[in-house]
């Protein structure tokens, strides 16, 4: 976790400690994973320091008397590594594929897993961040809690672009080095239902 104990809320600080150490070891596996259907060393993302930082947002969507009228949270793709997503069972998170918006209905005990922008970029696009919102509902309040994998809350002069084994004559580098947290600068500069911070990297 990015900060000491001390600084999470006394109400939750216990369970999310716990939870946070459940998460690094499923993390753990995703990372072992996905490094070998790159086709990589099963430990190279592990070895690149995709998990030497995590960090969770916790969000709380009151009910809303209009949803039509807003919005939960606005479109974006994650600006991290890999993002764990646990949500209750009021729903609203929705994913984009082929240009419509797909319900990602709430299933007790599952957890949802999405590609960050950083696993696009370090994967060459051979993984795609996954564009999503939340619906506003006038059921509520819904609560969601997001384990980001990244590490733009650390000190870090780590630069990530696209990993060397994975380019060739016929899949040259598609984006520029960056820092974790120069890319999260990027993100809350572009702000929710704007462009992605990935298009100032491209080349
Ligand atoms: O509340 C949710 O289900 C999604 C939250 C989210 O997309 C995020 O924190 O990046
Ligand atoms: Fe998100």
């Given at each position: ?25 499923l ?21 690149m320091?995709?998990m ?7 969000h ?40 419509q ?37 006038s ?65």
């Amino acid at each position: 976790m990015a900060f000491p104990p001390e600084e999470y809320p006394a109400a939750c600080r216990d369970m999310l400690i716990e939870y946070s150490e459940h998460v690094q070891r499923l993390g753990q596996i995703l990372f072992t994973l996905l490094s070998e259907a790159l086709g990589l060393n099963p430990a190279h993302l592990t070895d690149m320091g995709c998990m030497d930082g995590h960090f969770f947002l916790c969000h709380y969507y009151p009910a809303c008397p209009e949803p039509n009228r807003t919005i939960g949270h606005g479109k974006h793709c994650d600006p991290d590594f890999l993002t764990i997503l646990l949500q209750d069972h009021i729903g609203g998170l929705q994913v984009l594929h082929e240009d419509q918006w797909i319900d990602v209905h709430p299933q007790e005990g599952a957890l949802i897993v999405n590609i960050g922008d950083l696993f696009q970029l370090i994967s060459n696009d051979k993984f795609k961040s996954v564009e999503h919102r939340v619906l506003a509902k006038s059921e509520g309040p819904r609560i969601s809690l997001a384990c980001f994998f990244t590490t733009h809350f650390q000190p870090s002069n780590k630069l990530y672009g696209p990993i060397k084994e994975l380019l060739s004559a016929d899949s040259p580098p598609l984006y520029k080095e960056t820092l974790t947290k120069d890319y999260l600068n990027s993100f809350c500069y572009l702000g929710l239902d704007n462009d992605s911070p990935l298009d100032l990297l491209r080349l």
